[in-house]
């Protein structure tokens, strides 16, 4: 018996999918279970890579989505709708679902879950985070067993390639915007990616199974790379750093209005100053890495591709194969596999930026007089920062540049003592703040 695919979409994924099933020569024996029965795109006249009977592609895609013969919707359209609103009426015609999209999910997860688990079908996504990257499985079945303390990824390849591309070239953020464009590693419109929306989703859907919780969105702080300069790249790489997007979720433990601890998360998209020693350093080009901590697992690195067709494809054909091997040995629709499915009721609680006590590099402009220097001092020193080093690095036409290292500070305590400082007669500007591993 073959299982029966709704294929929505036939883009990069989706060929890239189509063309695995196509030849399952020497992958796994239920490759060749799967059946393509039909295929959703918008336009039929399309050129397309890939060579599949006419009769089994549509415009019709709400049909795929109710069409008894099929069992699992492969939602790979990306964007929110009509994705949002198939996937949820796939799901109430009793399909399963695989999905690559993190915008989706990260977004609407709460509301496809519970009509999910009320359907008794699958939602699985691994194609999701990381491209062709195992994380999503590994999360939820081979580190189970873990208590994890804490995730950072770089989870957008775009975003890497370009700074990769600044470290090495030394060229600004839109020249280098400019050629990733016209290679293809970066969109027309780049704003997801590099404004940290898109590492933003990943975070959260990788949080949400690393702490067994819902994640809303907008709790998540989320920078972008747009103000990393050439300058930021060349002081971090002196001072022993490499500028990464990082995304971050770390369990924490805060002090509640009496005298108990509150389990909160921290989650957090920006770009940071990571020590090249650190494994994260060495990730360059548009590769993705994710690092789990975890009690007694210790460190534990996933790293590879990060997008692409046919990365992303083996992903999402993981999935399929999954949610079929699991039809195969009896399906009973009151009792999810537990591996598989989604059962997070509650949204974890998430700590404020302010609360965060981390490292910052941060870049000054100020008029070239006695004191300055001192007065920076006093302001930081006003408000409990403690510095690690404070470097008069250069000038800018008649204003000098300095640059200052923190130890461990609490954020909210650093920008305050930063408004003072802003108010300074001798202060011009204050280019960058990057947060340091
Ligand atoms: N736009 C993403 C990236 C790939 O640049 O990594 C899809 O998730």
Redesign the pocket.
């Known amino acids: 018996m073959a299982f029966k695919i709704g294929l929505l979409g036939l883009g990069t994924v989706g060929t890239g999918t189509a063309q695995i099933l196509q030849q399952p020569t020497g992958r796994h024996p239920m490759v060749q279970e799967i059946e393509i029965y039909k295929v959703g795109v918008r336009s039929l006249d399309k050129p397309r890579s890939i060579s599949l009977p006419p009769e089994l592609l549509t415009t019709d895609i709400e049909a795929i989505v109710t069409d008894p013969a099929v069992d699992i919707v492969v939602e790979l359209l990306g964007g929110l709708e009509p994705a949002r609103s198939l996937i949820l009426k796939a799901i109430a015609h009793g399909k399963h679902i695989v999905t ?1 999209n ?1 915008a989706v999910i990260s977004r609407y997860g709460d509301e496809i879950f519970t009509a999910a688990n009320q359907a008794g079908v699958y939602v699985l996504l691994e194609g ?2 990381g ?1 062709g990257i195992p994380v999503i499985q590994p999360l939820k079945q081979s580190l189970g067993a873990n208590q994890i303390h804490r995730i950072t990824g770089i ?7 370009i700074l990769t591309q600044m470290q090495t070239s030394g060229g600004s953020f839109n020249d280098i915007l400019g050629d990733a464009q016209q290679l293809g ?3 027309a419109d780049p704003t ?2 590099v404004d940290g929306l ?1 590492a933003a989703d ?1 975070i959260a859907i990788l949080a949400s199974l690393a702490f067994g919780g819902r994640i809303k969105l907008q709790d998540i702080h989320c920078e972008g790379i747009r103000q990393v300069s050439s300058a930021d790249i060349a002081y971090a790489e002196k001072l022993g750093f490499v500028i990464k997007l990082l995304a971050l979720a770390k369990r924490e433990l805060m002090a509640a209005a009496d005298t108990s601890q509150e389990e909160m998360l921290q989650v957090r998209v920006h770009p940071t100053l990571v020590p090249k020693a650190h494994p994260l350093a060495s990730i360059s080009g ?1 590769y ?1 890495a994710i690092l789990v901590e975890g009690e007694p697992i210790g460190q534990v690195m996933f790293f590879g591709p ?2 692409g067709s046919g990365p ?1 494809a083996s992903a999402v054909v993981s999935d399929i194969v999954n949610i079929a091997a699991v039809l195969k040995t009896g399906r009973d629709a009151e009792r999810l596999h537990p591996l598989l499915s989604c059962a997070h009721q509650h949204y974890c609680a998430i700590s404020p930026i302010s609360e965060l006590v981390t490292r910052f590099y941060t870049r000054f402009l100020t008029k070239d007089h006695p004191g300055v220097i001192g007065s920076l001092g006093t302001c930081f020193g006003e408000q409990s920062v403690s510095l690690e080093s404070i470097v008069q690095t250069g000038f800018h036409g008649e204003l000098a540049e300095i640059v200052v290292v923190t130890h461990d500070v609490r954020e909210g305590n650093f920008r305050q003592a930063l408004e003072e400082i802003r108010t300074l007669d001798a202060v011009d500007s204050i280019p960058s703040i990057l947060r340091v591993l």
């Open positions: 690559a993190k999701a985070v491209g989870v957008n390849g775009t975003t890497n390639y590693y970066a969109e997801a990616d898109d990943k548009v993705n990060g997008a992303t």
